[in-house]
Protein backbone atom coordinates (compact mmCIF):
# COMPACT_ATOMS: atom_id res chain seq x y z
CA UNK A 1 0.00 0.00 0.00
CA UNK A 2 1.16 3.64 -0.80
CA UNK A 3 -0.30 6.91 1.49
CA UNK A 4 -0.33 9.65 0.33
CA UNK A 5 -1.95 13.09 1.53
CA UNK A 6 -3.36 15.46 -0.15
CA UNK A 7 -3.36 18.94 1.22
CA UNK A 8 -6.61 21.13 1.15
CA UNK A 9 -7.45 24.51 2.34
CA UNK A 10 -9.90 22.90 4.97
CA UNK A 11 -8.39 19.46 5.20
CA UNK A 12 -5.72 16.61 4.52
CA UNK A 13 -6.76 13.96 2.72
CA UNK A 14 -5.52 10.31 2.86
CA UNK A 15 -5.22 9.16 0.15
CA UNK A 16 -4.24 5.30 0.40
CA UNK A 17 -3.42 3.68 -3.35
CA UNK A 18 -3.30 -0.17 -3.64
CA UNK A 19 -5.05 -0.83 -0.67
CA UNK A 20 -7.75 -3.93 0.42
CA UNK A 21 -11.12 -3.01 1.03
CA UNK A 22 -10.55 -4.93 4.14
CA UNK A 23 -7.68 -1.84 5.38
CA UNK A 24 -11.21 0.29 5.91
CA UNK A 25 -12.10 -1.22 8.91
CA UNK A 26 -8.66 0.26 10.38
CA UNK A 27 -10.08 3.79 9.09
CA UNK A 28 -13.32 3.86 10.42
CA UNK A 29 -15.36 1.59 12.84
CA UNK A 30 -17.74 -0.39 11.26
CA UNK A 31 -20.40 0.95 14.14
CA UNK A 32 -20.24 4.18 13.40
CA UNK A 33 -19.93 3.64 9.56
CA UNK A 34 -22.65 3.69 7.03
CA UNK A 35 -21.62 2.49 3.62
CA UNK A 36 -23.67 4.47 0.73
CA UNK A 37 -23.76 2.38 -2.71
CA UNK A 38 -25.84 1.28 -5.40
CA UNK A 39 -27.48 -1.70 -6.13
CA UNK A 40 -24.93 -3.36 -8.50
CA UNK A 41 -22.16 -3.07 -6.17
CA UNK A 42 -24.10 -3.81 -3.18
CA UNK A 43 -24.93 -7.44 -5.14
CA UNK A 44 -21.82 -8.00 -6.55
CA UNK A 45 -19.80 -7.54 -3.51
CA UNK A 46 -22.41 -8.42 -0.84
CA UNK A 47 -20.12 -10.55 0.90
CA UNK A 48 -17.28 -7.82 1.24
CA UNK A 49 -20.03 -6.05 2.76
CA UNK A 50 -21.21 -8.27 5.35
CA UNK A 51 -20.96 -6.75 9.01
CA UNK A 52 -21.21 -2.97 7.72
CA UNK A 53 -24.54 -0.58 7.49
CA UNK A 54 -25.75 -0.33 4.16
CA UNK A 55 -27.66 2.25 2.17
CA UNK A 56 -28.39 1.20 -1.59
CA UNK A 57 -29.56 3.41 -4.18
CA UNK A 58 -30.47 3.12 -7.86
CA UNK A 59 -27.38 3.25 -10.64
CA UNK A 60 -27.38 5.68 -12.74
CA UNK A 61 -26.65 9.57 -13.49
CA UNK A 62 -30.66 10.04 -13.98
CA UNK A 63 -30.87 8.88 -9.87
CA UNK A 64 -28.35 11.49 -9.29
CA UNK A 65 -31.32 14.15 -8.25
CA UNK A 66 -32.14 15.67 -5.04
CA UNK A 67 -35.03 12.85 -4.78
CA UNK A 68 -32.56 10.40 -4.17
CA UNK A 69 -30.78 12.41 -1.44
CA UNK A 70 -34.28 12.72 0.31
CA UNK A 71 -34.90 8.69 0.17
CA UNK A 72 -30.91 8.26 1.84
CA UNK A 73 -31.61 10.45 4.75
CA UNK A 74 -34.76 8.98 5.25
CA UNK A 75 -32.71 5.94 5.44
CA UNK A 76 -29.86 7.23 7.67
CA UNK A 77 -33.19 8.53 10.07
CA UNK A 78 -34.21 4.82 10.37
CA UNK A 79 -30.73 3.54 11.17
CA UNK A 80 -30.28 6.51 13.62
CA UNK A 81 -27.15 7.95 12.10
CA UNK A 82 -26.20 10.86 14.37
CA UNK A 83 -23.41 13.30 14.63
CA UNK A 84 -20.80 10.53 14.72
CA UNK A 85 -21.90 8.55 11.86
CA UNK A 86 -19.30 7.81 9.18
CA UNK A 87 -20.29 8.17 5.43
CA UNK A 88 -18.26 5.82 3.16
CA UNK A 89 -19.65 6.15 -0.39
CA UNK A 90 -18.17 2.86 -2.34
CA UNK A 91 -18.96 3.09 -6.29
CA UNK A 92 -18.61 5.63 -9.28
CA UNK A 93 -19.14 9.39 -9.88
CA UNK A 94 -23.13 9.23 -8.98
CA UNK A 95 -22.40 8.12 -5.75
CA UNK A 96 -19.50 9.98 -4.77
CA UNK A 97 -21.58 12.69 -6.00
CA UNK A 98 -24.84 11.44 -3.47
CA UNK A 99 -22.55 10.20 -0.63
CA UNK A 100 -20.32 13.54 -0.30
CA UNK A 101 -23.45 15.79 -0.92
CA UNK A 102 -25.51 13.17 1.20
CA UNK A 103 -22.89 13.62 4.66
CA UNK A 104 -22.10 17.66 3.84
CA UNK A 105 -25.72 18.41 4.31
CA UNK A 106 -26.80 15.78 7.05
CA UNK A 107 -26.85 17.32 10.72
CA UNK A 108 -25.34 20.02 8.80
CA UNK A 109 -22.43 17.87 7.99
CA UNK A 110 -20.97 14.69 9.24
CA UNK A 111 -17.49 12.73 7.80
CA UNK A 112 -17.24 11.06 4.88
CA UNK A 113 -14.72 8.95 2.75
CA UNK A 114 -14.67 7.12 -0.66
CA UNK A 115 -13.79 3.99 -2.03
CA UNK A 116 -14.27 4.57 -5.87
CA UNK A 117 -14.54 1.88 -7.82
CA UNK A 118 -14.63 2.99 -11.39
CA UNK A 119 -12.19 4.98 -13.25
CA UNK A 120 -13.99 7.60 -13.70
CA UNK A 121 -14.42 8.15 -10.28
CA UNK A 122 -10.63 6.76 -8.82
CA UNK A 123 -9.20 9.69 -11.04
CA UNK A 124 -11.65 12.22 -11.16
CA UNK A 125 -14.66 12.44 -9.17
CA UNK A 126 -13.44 11.03 -5.89
CA UNK A 127 -10.88 14.36 -5.61
CA UNK A 128 -11.79 17.74 -5.27
CA UNK A 129 -14.53 18.00 -3.00
CA UNK A 130 -17.66 19.00 -5.52
CA UNK A 131 -20.47 17.07 -4.58
CA UNK A 132 -24.12 17.04 -5.51
CA UNK A 133 -27.24 16.69 -8.05
CA UNK A 134 -28.21 17.39 -10.90
CA UNK A 135 -31.60 18.95 -11.24
CA UNK A 136 -33.68 17.99 -14.21
CA UNK A 137 -31.42 18.29 -17.25
CA UNK A 138 -28.77 20.86 -15.44
CA UNK A 139 -25.91 18.84 -14.59
CA UNK A 140 -24.56 19.28 -11.03
CA UNK A 141 -26.55 22.71 -10.07
CA UNK A 142 -26.63 22.12 -7.05
CA UNK A 143 -24.13 20.99 -4.15
CA UNK A 144 -21.10 21.89 -2.24
CA UNK A 145 -17.69 21.73 -2.24
CA UNK A 146 -16.25 19.43 1.00
CA UNK A 147 -13.32 17.01 1.02
CA UNK A 148 -13.43 13.51 2.29
CA UNK A 149 -11.03 12.42 5.15
CA UNK A 150 -9.73 9.57 3.42
CA UNK A 151 -9.71 7.78 -0.27
CA UNK A 152 -9.19 4.23 -0.16
CA UNK A 153 -8.58 2.94 -3.88
CA UNK A 154 -8.79 -0.88 -4.26
CA UNK A 155 -7.92 -1.79 -7.81
CA UNK A 156 -9.58 -5.21 -7.67
CA UNK A 157 -13.28 -3.60 -7.82
CA UNK A 158 -11.92 -2.79 -11.33
CA UNK A 159 -12.53 -6.56 -12.53
CA UNK A 160 -16.16 -6.13 -12.46
CA UNK A 161 -16.13 -2.59 -14.09
CA UNK A 162 -18.01 -2.63 -17.70
CA UNK A 163 -15.90 -1.97 -20.75
CA UNK A 164 -18.23 0.80 -21.37
CA UNK A 165 -17.07 2.41 -17.85
CA UNK A 166 -13.58 1.61 -18.82
CA UNK A 167 -13.88 3.80 -22.02
CA UNK A 168 -15.68 6.26 -19.88
CA UNK A 169 -13.13 6.69 -17.42
CA UNK A 170 -10.50 7.69 -20.03
CA UNK A 171 -12.53 10.80 -21.43
CA UNK A 172 -11.07 12.03 -18.42
CA UNK A 173 -7.62 10.55 -18.65
CA UNK A 174 -7.76 12.24 -22.11
CA UNK A 175 -8.96 15.21 -20.65
CA UNK A 176 -6.13 15.17 -17.93
CA UNK A 177 -3.37 14.28 -20.86
CA UNK A 178 -4.55 17.43 -22.88
CA UNK A 179 -5.24 20.56 -20.31
CA UNK A 180 -1.53 19.43 -18.33
CA UNK A 181 0.52 16.61 -19.35
CA UNK A 182 1.92 15.86 -22.84
CA UNK A 183 4.05 12.81 -21.87
CA UNK A 184 0.47 11.29 -20.43
CA UNK A 185 -0.71 12.22 -24.04
CA UNK A 186 1.74 10.52 -25.69
CA UNK A 187 1.78 7.93 -22.89
CA UNK A 188 -1.73 6.92 -24.09
CA UNK A 189 -1.02 7.45 -27.66
CA UNK A 190 1.43 4.50 -27.44
CA UNK A 191 -0.98 2.00 -25.49
CA UNK A 192 -4.17 1.07 -25.40
CA UNK A 193 -6.97 0.75 -23.20
CA UNK A 194 -6.26 -3.56 -23.65
CA UNK A 195 -2.93 -2.88 -22.83
CA UNK A 196 -4.27 -0.89 -19.09
CA UNK A 197 -7.01 -3.00 -18.72
CA UNK A 198 -4.17 -6.21 -18.58
CA UNK A 199 -1.82 -4.68 -16.68
CA UNK A 200 -2.16 -4.02 -13.24
CA UNK A 201 1.06 -1.80 -13.17
CA UNK A 202 -0.08 -0.06 -15.84
CA UNK A 203 -3.20 0.81 -14.86
CA UNK A 204 -2.25 1.41 -11.05
CA UNK A 205 0.45 3.97 -11.80
CA UNK A 206 -1.77 5.61 -14.33
CA UNK A 207 -4.56 6.50 -12.42
CA UNK A 208 -1.93 7.79 -9.96
CA UNK A 209 -0.40 10.42 -12.32
CA UNK A 210 -4.25 11.45 -13.26
CA UNK A 211 -5.19 11.62 -9.22
CA UNK A 212 -1.93 14.09 -8.91
CA UNK A 213 -2.58 16.39 -12.14
CA UNK A 214 -6.45 16.80 -10.41
CA UNK A 215 -4.69 17.25 -6.70
CA UNK A 216 -2.58 20.12 -8.06
CA UNK A 217 -5.02 21.56 -10.49
CA UNK A 218 -7.45 21.86 -6.85
CA UNK A 219 -5.29 22.54 -4.58
CA UNK A 220 -3.88 25.74 -6.84
CA UNK A 221 -7.53 26.79 -6.99
CA UNK A 222 -9.99 25.53 -4.90
CA UNK A 223 -13.01 27.66 -5.49
CA UNK A 224 -12.56 27.65 -8.98
CA UNK A 225 -11.67 31.35 -9.22
CA UNK A 226 -8.66 30.42 -12.18
CA UNK A 227 -6.64 27.24 -12.59
CA UNK A 228 -9.65 24.85 -11.83
CA UNK A 229 -11.66 25.94 -14.72
CA UNK A 230 -9.72 24.27 -16.58
CA UNK A 231 -10.70 20.81 -15.94
CA UNK A 232 -14.18 22.01 -17.91
CA UNK A 233 -12.38 21.44 -20.79
CA UNK A 234 -14.66 19.52 -22.85
CA UNK A 235 -17.30 20.14 -20.18
CA UNK A 236 -19.42 23.28 -20.99
CA UNK A 237 -21.07 21.63 -24.13
CA UNK A 238 -20.58 17.82 -22.67
CA UNK A 239 -22.71 18.63 -19.83
CA UNK A 240 -25.48 20.09 -22.43
CA UNK A 241 -25.71 17.41 -24.49
CA UNK A 242 -25.31 14.92 -21.64
CA UNK A 243 -28.56 14.65 -19.96
CA UNK A 244 -30.52 15.93 -23.55
CA UNK A 245 -28.86 13.26 -25.75
CA UNK A 246 -28.99 10.55 -22.14
CA UNK A 247 -25.01 9.93 -22.84
CA UNK A 248 -22.60 8.24 -20.23
CA UNK A 249 -20.54 11.12 -19.32
CA UNK A 250 -17.27 10.58 -21.00
CA UNK A 251 -18.81 9.61 -24.37
CA UNK A 252 -20.62 13.37 -23.58
CA UNK A 253 -17.16 14.88 -22.47
CA UNK A 254 -15.37 13.34 -25.08
CA UNK A 255 -17.81 14.66 -28.10
CA UNK A 256 -17.29 18.08 -26.11
CA UNK A 257 -13.73 17.97 -26.04
CA UNK A 258 -13.84 17.43 -30.39
CA UNK A 259 -16.02 20.63 -30.49
CA UNK A 260 -13.14 22.50 -28.29
CA UNK A 261 -10.12 21.32 -30.13
CA UNK A 262 -12.43 23.01 -33.11
CA UNK A 263 -13.05 25.94 -31.37
CA UNK A 264 -9.68 26.28 -30.01
CA UNK A 265 -8.40 25.87 -33.94
CA UNK A 266 -11.10 28.65 -34.53
CA UNK A 267 -10.39 31.20 -31.25
CA UNK A 268 -6.87 29.89 -30.33
CA UNK A 269 -4.90 29.16 -33.45
CA UNK A 270 -4.61 25.38 -31.66
CA UNK A 271 -3.23 23.57 -34.94
CA UNK A 272 -5.84 21.37 -36.94
CA UNK A 273 -2.93 18.57 -36.89
CA UNK A 274 -3.33 18.59 -32.57
CA UNK A 275 -7.13 18.65 -32.76
CA UNK A 276 -6.65 15.68 -35.12
CA UNK A 277 -4.33 13.80 -32.25
CA UNK A 278 -6.88 14.62 -29.90
CA UNK A 279 -10.12 12.87 -31.81
CA UNK A 280 -7.53 10.40 -32.78
CA UNK A 281 -6.93 9.26 -28.95
CA UNK A 282 -10.37 9.22 -28.12
CA UNK A 283 -11.02 6.89 -31.45
CA UNK A 284 -8.34 4.55 -30.09
CA UNK A 285 -10.18 4.98 -26.71
CA UNK A 286 -13.28 3.74 -28.12
CA UNK A 287 -15.04 6.97 -27.15
CA UNK A 288 -16.93 8.54 -30.01
CA UNK A 289 -16.09 11.90 -31.81
CA UNK A 290 -19.49 12.88 -33.09
CA UNK A 291 -23.21 13.06 -31.53
CA UNK A 292 -24.44 9.50 -32.36
CA UNK A 293 -28.17 10.59 -33.80
CA UNK A 294 -29.08 12.56 -37.04
CA UNK A 295 -31.59 14.59 -35.43
CA UNK A 296 -29.64 17.69 -34.14
CA UNK A 297 -31.06 19.47 -30.44
CA UNK A 298 -29.19 22.25 -30.75
CA UNK A 299 -32.20 24.24 -29.06
CA UNK A 300 -32.43 22.29 -26.18
CA UNK A 301 -28.34 22.40 -25.75
CA UNK A 302 -28.74 26.26 -25.93
CA UNK A 303 -31.23 26.15 -23.51
CA UNK A 304 -29.09 24.16 -20.98
CA UNK A 305 -25.59 26.60 -22.18
CA UNK A 306 -27.18 29.47 -20.87
CA UNK A 307 -27.92 27.82 -17.63
CA UNK A 308 -24.20 27.26 -17.76
CA UNK A 309 -22.18 28.00 -14.27
CA UNK A 310 -19.46 28.98 -16.12
CA UNK A 311 -21.33 31.77 -17.76
CA UNK A 312 -20.77 35.36 -16.82
CA UNK A 313 -22.74 37.80 -18.52
CA UNK A 314 -23.13 37.93 -21.74
CA UNK A 315 -20.28 35.24 -21.97
CA UNK A 316 -19.12 32.03 -21.51
CA UNK A 317 -16.04 31.00 -19.82
CA UNK A 318 -14.54 27.95 -22.29
CA UNK A 319 -11.74 26.06 -21.98
CA UNK A 320 -9.67 25.82 -25.06
CA UNK A 321 -6.05 24.98 -25.57
CA UNK A 322 -2.67 26.30 -26.73
CA UNK A 323 -1.24 23.29 -27.72
CA UNK A 324 -1.51 19.65 -26.54
CA UNK A 325 -1.22 19.56 -22.72
CA UNK A 326 -1.82 23.52 -22.27
CA UNK A 327 -5.02 25.18 -21.92
CA UNK A 328 -6.24 28.27 -21.28
CA UNK A 329 -9.87 29.96 -20.27
CA UNK A 330 -11.17 32.56 -22.32
CA UNK A 331 -14.55 34.13 -22.33
CA UNK A 332 -16.25 32.92 -25.61
CA UNK A 333 -19.33 35.46 -25.94
CA UNK A 334 -23.17 34.13 -26.43
CA UNK A 335 -23.44 35.12 -30.22
CA UNK A 336 -19.76 34.13 -30.87
CA UNK A 337 -20.78 30.65 -29.48
CA UNK A 338 -24.02 30.51 -31.01
CA UNK A 339 -22.22 30.16 -34.28
CA UNK A 340 -19.64 27.89 -33.46
CA UNK A 341 -22.37 25.62 -31.93
CA UNK A 342 -23.55 25.59 -35.25
CA UNK A 343 -20.96 24.85 -36.97
CA UNK A 344 -19.17 21.57 -34.47
CA UNK A 345 -22.36 19.99 -33.41
N1 LIG B 1 -16.00 15.69 -7.15
C1 LIG B 1 -15.26 16.10 -8.23
C2 LIG B 1 -14.59 17.41 -8.07
O1 LIG B 1 -14.57 17.97 -7.01
O2 LIG B 1 -14.05 17.94 -9.02
Redesign the pocket.
Known sequence: MDKQHYKFSTKTVDCYFDAVFSFLEKLVSKEKAVIITDDNIASIYAEKFTGWKVIAIKPGEKNKQQSTVDHVINQLIKIQADRETFIIGIGGGVI??IA?YTASVYMRGVKFAFVPTSILAMV????????GVDVGMYKNLVGV?RHSEFLLYDYSFLKTLPQEEWINGFAEIIKHACIKDEKLFERLENNSLENFRESPEKIADLIKRNVEI?YKV?SNDEFEAGERKL?NFGHTLGHAIENIYQLPHGNAVSIGMVAACKISEEMNDFPTVDSERVIDLLKKYNLPVTLPFGESRRGAVWEVLLMDKKKSGDAINFILLNKIGDAIVKPVSLHQLKDLINQVL
Do not use: E, F, R, S
Request: aromatic fraction near 0%; glycine fraction near 20%.
Open positions: TDGDAAIGGKNIKVL
